[in-house]
């Protein structure tokens, strides 16, 4: 089992955004970087009508940057197979995880929401 925001983890996640209809559909006019940063490290990907792919930091700057911050014990609890209550949405782990921001400018959080939600729904799911 791949380890949570590793990269076999991660070409998971990228090929499950490929096979994804609802994305395809939804994410036609999206364009994004999702920056995932858990201590130390850090993933950046990008999110361009409907593709999902790893990118370079530089790439960040041209297009709307969404960033998740939180410690491995916040990434855990978001991609778990059985999220507990009020961990189981980016939204509400801000709330109730110390240690899980979303920094971010909230426009572009809003303005691709229903992406990110989908986006994260989708994502390969851990046992605790």
């Given at each position: 089992?791949?380890?949570?925001?590793?990269?076999?983890?991660?070409?998971?996640?990228?090929g499950?955004?490929?096979?994804?209809?609802?994305l395809?559909?939804?994410g036609?006019?999206s364009?994004?970087s999702?920056?995932l940063?858990?201590?130390e490290?850090?993933?950046?990907?990008?999110?361009?009508?409907?593709?999902?792919?790893?990118?370079?930091?530089?790439e960040?700057?041209?297009?709307?940057?969404?960033?998740?911050?939180?410690d491995?014990?916040?990434?855990?609890k978001?991609?778990q197979?059985?999220?507990?209550?009020l961990?189981?949405?980016f939204?509400?782990?801000?709330?109730?995880?110390?240690g899980?921001?979303?920094?971010?400018?909230r426009?572009?959080?809003?303005?691709?929401?229903?992406?990110?939600?989908?986006?994260?729904?989708?994502?390969p799911?851990?046992?605790s």
């Amino acid at each position: 089992m791949s380890e949570i925001l590793g990269s076999e983890w991660i070409q998971q996640w990228i090929g499950l955004v490929e096979k994804d209809k609802e994305l395809s559909h939804i994410g036609k006019l999206s364009r994004f970087s999702l920056r995932l940063v858990c201590g130390e490290q850090v993933t950046s990907l990008s999110f361009s009508g409907g593709k999902f792919e790893l990118n370079a930091d530089e790439e960040l700057l041209a297009v709307d940057v969404v960033e998740f911050c939180g410690d491995r014990a916040a990434f855990e609890k978001l991609f778990q197979v059985s999220p507990e209550p009020l961990f189981n949405d980016f939204l509400a782990l801000e709330k109730n995880q110390p240690g899980f921001t979303i920094p971010s400018d909230r426009i572009y959080l809003l303005r691709h929401l229903r992406v990110l939600q989908r986006l994260l729904a989708i994502a390969p799911r851990r046992a605790s």
